[in-house]
């Protein structure tokens, strides 16, 4: 069945930038809302950002401006880009698709609504 792999995680310094990747095992997904959440110990499931088919997007606020997600030049990819980096953004970082959305793509609510799910990537930001 279809599967997310994520990458490009790793350590970085306060002020840094990582650029996250995921790939998933299916021809296209540009018509499914693909999306980034992070889970940061202690701390529930935060959404990061989403894109749909059109490439519309939503950020969190916590996020907005300094990160960037998009679809990759393979259809099958998603990236978030992340920019100035800060000890807050540490978490695992997991990228996530609802394939058949029946309405707005979300990063809040239901969660269950995105049906799959990546193993993740864990990105640490030190001081």
């Known amino acids: 069945q279809v599967q997310l792999v994520e990458s490009g995680g790793g350590s970085v310094q306060a002020g840094g930038s990582l650029r996250l990747s995921c790939v998933a095992s299916i021809f296209r997904h540009s018509k499914y809302c693909m999306a980034w959440f992070r889970q940061a110990p202690g701390k529930e499931r935060e959404g990061v950002a989403v894109?749909?088919?059109?490439?519309?997007?939503i950020y969190a606020d916590s996020v907005k401006g300094r990160f960037t997600i998009s679809q990759g030049s393979a259809k099958n990819t998603l990236i978030l880009q992340m920019n100035s980096l800060t000890p807050d953004d540490s978490a695992m970082y997991y990228c996530?698709?609802?394939?058949?959305?029946?309405?707005?793509?979300?990063?809040?609510?239901?969660?269950?609504?995105?049906?799959?799910w990546g193993q993740g990537t864990q990105v640490t930001v030190s001081s």
């Open positions: 894109i749909d088919g059109d490439g519309n997007t």
């Open positions: 996530a698709a609802d394939t058949q959305p029946l309405g707005d793509c979300f990063l809040e609510g239901d969660l269950n609504w995105y049906n799959l």
